[in-house]
């Protein structure tokens, strides 16, 4: 029976899809579930499954065209018991290539040995010398003028012939996925529509290093997740948000809306670019419910497992290229929200405490904000509240 393939609903807002590859070709074996391609979105990548068993037997949009959710993009035939493909007959072995012979001597040739022998026979250094090559100098020893021949000096090598040939200059020209455009397209709407600012500050994150050490393994044999920085973040943030709610909010034409909900968007990055799956009611979660959340989102943004609706909505986004080696950055902010907070590598540095000099590990912060609506007291305040909370992790238990 033959079964149209159709371009799965990737959500309310995407009305068009790009076809990013096909891993089977027509005529292949496929098993259910099993991946026949991979969709791109605006948003994010999503898999075709084959629905039954059977043969793929027609494609009808090809890599790189584009499609509408519910349009037939491929057939299969069902019913028919997939079985491995049919191993291609290997070609024989070439036979022994018969040696070449050796070129027969050029008639008038000179052998080898005779060409030796003329080359260190003494009759060849007693040739005469032209008079033009002769050179007359004086020996003081015997008071006598000695004359030598002079060989012309071979031409210096040019500079261009002792260089060593340069490489191949090649390009290679690939089209950009639909989600880097949209990604591009978001980022430079960013830098157009809103009025960005970063300020700076740095946290000591001592108590959290020493926390993590500390309970790491009853964490991890209690929750089977591994405590890591994230959740220490996602809980200050939130904490700084309920203080300073602007940074929760959005322009809307020419109004503010604040919400009472905190959905932070986690930044992730993969081979097909950027993508900010978000945590929903971080407020309600725990430290292991945000550790298995953002997991989660790793593994299934590496495996292109991502639904549109990880991706939508998101009031405040968190970006951690400090696992990248980033020191100092300023983020961009993922539109229409109104703030990102940009964390950053973790360095021993010496600091000031006490009246004494130290060394901390210590870690730059950068809010990066929309000045539209969030002027500079409220920003310095939100990072401050977010140092704060990081530096001491027991006011967030306390909410104090």
Known sequence: MTLDLKVPAVGESITEVEIGEW??????????????????????????????????????????????????????ETGVAPSAAKAEAKP??????????????????????????????????RQRVPDSQRQRIGNPRHNRLEVCATEPSPPAPRLADRLPTPPAREERVVPMTRLRRTVARRLVEAQHTAALLTTFNEVDMTSVLALRQEFQEAFQKKFGIKLGLMSFFVKAVTDALKLVPQLNAEVRDDQIVY?????????????????????????????????????DFARRARDNQLRPEDLEGGTFTLTN???????????????PQSGVLGMHAIQDRPVALGGQVVIRPMMYVALTYDHRLVD????????????DAVETPARMLLEV
Do not use: C
Request: hydrophobic share 40%; no cysteine.
């Open 23 to 76: 891993l089977k070709a027509v005529g292949d074996p496929v098993a259910r579930n099993e991946t026949l391609a991979v969709i791109e979105t605006e948003k994010a990548t999503v898999e075709l499954p084959a629905p039954e068993p059977g043969k793929l037997t027609q494609i009808l949009k090809q890599k790189g065209q584009t499609a509408t959710p519910g349009e037939t993009i491929a057939r299969m």
């Open 92 to 125: 024989a072995p070439p036979s022994p290539a018969t040696p070449p012979a050796a070129p027969a001597a050029q008639p008038g040739a000179m052998p080898v040995a005779q060409v030796f022998q003329s080359a260190v026979s003494p009759a060849s250094s």
């Open 259 to 295: 919400r009472n909900y905190h959905d932070i968007g986690v930044a992730v990055g993969t081979e097909r670019g950027l993508v900010v799956p978000v945590l929903m009611n971080v407020d309600r979660l725990s430290f292991a419910e945000i550790e298995r959340g953002i997991a």
């Open 321 to 335: 290229g400090g696992v990248f080696g980033s020191l100092l950055s300023t983020p961009i902010i993922n539109p």
């Open 376 to 387: 500079g007291r409220e920003a310095v305040t939100f990072l401050k509240r977010v140092k």
